[in-house]
């Protein structure tokens, strides 16, 4: 009898060893929620999972592009009743996606210890509705006035700078020039007018003699 007891005993231990070893393997807690914030504007994806063991590693798209790629970090360690339980824990979200339209999510968290993959994902409905842009109305454009020219319309010649200089006149001065008062001198002869003039005053002068000398002879 006691021998039945001891046996049932260690197959109860057993039993309860191969359960608490089951629990610690599968002891995974992995998460992810996405949705659409009406108030703040924005769409966003959470990721968050723990109780993984060293070596699980995740993997997030949206819209079909991979945004996250890489492994847990460790957060702690703990010794088991049966077995070490390993805590490499994920977290990130992203916050700032349009509201406006749909998109596509996924989170897979791979774990080394034989538990698979686990998979999370969906889609996210816009909860805001896009405000159209109005098209401006046609309008006539805009009359422009022309810009001053920094030339002037009409350049200034040099001759409306500098002042005409006088014309010389074919007329002869008003003024008498020192180089008239000098008697002239004669083509023919080469003398001066004073001495035609001497010359005429000595032919009167006989001229008058010789009719005085005819009137005198006469009167005699």
Known sequence: MKKLLAGGALAALTLGGIVVGATSASAHIPGAEAGCDAAAGVSFVS?????????????VTIDGAEVESGTFEEVGYKSGQNQP????????????LDATVA??????????????????GGTIEPCVTA??????????????????????SVAPTDEASV????????????SPSPAAEEPPVLAATGATVGGAVAFAALLAAGGVALVWARKRMQSA
């Not at 080394?112 to 999370?120: A, T």
């Not at 159209?132 to 002037?152: A, I, N, R």
Request: hydrophobic residues 25%; proline residues 21%.
């Open 47 to 59: 990721a968050t999972a723990n109780m993984y063991p060293a070596g699980a590693s995740v993997v």
């Open 103 to 120: 998109h596509t999510w996924t989170v897979s968290y791979d774990s080394p210890d034989g538990q698979g993959v686990e998979d999370f």
């Open 163 to 174: 002042p005409p200089a006088p014309v010389p006149s074919d007329e002869p001065s008003a």
């Open 131 to 152: 405000v159209p842009t109005p098209e401006p109305s046609p309008s006539e454009p805009p009359v422009t006035e022309p810009e001053p020219s920094e030339e002037p």
């Open 85 to 96: 339980q390993y805590e490499y824990s994920y977290a990130n979200k992203w916050d700032t």
